[in-house]
């Protein structure tokens, strides 16, 4: 198997709670974006599954060294399993867009559209994660808490 960067939109992103799976483990790390994704929140995470928006978050270089047994811990906490029937999350190949690239393959973990339309859930317009969980905290007593120029909000790339 190819060692394809990985293209993250939300909990694994840069200051979430499931970066540190990922943290001293990647050569690169840059903002970008998926188009032909839409996201939604289930509350706790957030979902991405193939749609007509555009989805923000960041290309990430796996270092080669540890590349196979981190996809394989990432894989588990997805619950991707490729031969499984029924399915949450499964890791698949997208275009990403980044300041410098287009159209550079990566792995997403991409969410079961038939799963998210039975759930409760929330559609997220701006197709991120990182700034709608900024919002929801700003727009709570814990908002005085969170800089005015947190770094937790990534710029689109154009």
Known sequence: ??????????TFRREQQNYMLLRGH??????????????????AYPF???????????????????Y?????????????DPQAES????REQCLVTTEHQDGVRAWVYI???????????IFVPHGDWTRY????????????????NSSNESPAVE
Do not use: C
């Open 1 to 10: 198997m190819e060692q394809l960067p990985l293209f993250v939109y939300g």
């Open 26 to 43: 990647t050569l690169s790390e840059e903002p970008a974006f998926v188009q032909g994704m839409s996201l939604y929140s289930l509350r």
């Open 48 to 66: 991405g599954v193939w749609g007509s928006h555009r989805v923000i978050g960041e290309l990430m270089i796996i270092n080669p060294r540890i």
């Open 68 to 80: 196979y047994s981190l996809l394989a811990k990432l894989d588990r906490v997805e619950g991707h």
């Open 87 to 90: 399915w949450i999350f499964r």
């Open 111 to 121: 969410g079961n559209a038939d799963y998210v339309a039975m759930q409760p859930h």
């Open 133 to 148: 969980r900024r919002e929801l905290i700003m727009g709570t007593r814990f908002g005085r808490f969170v800089p005015a």
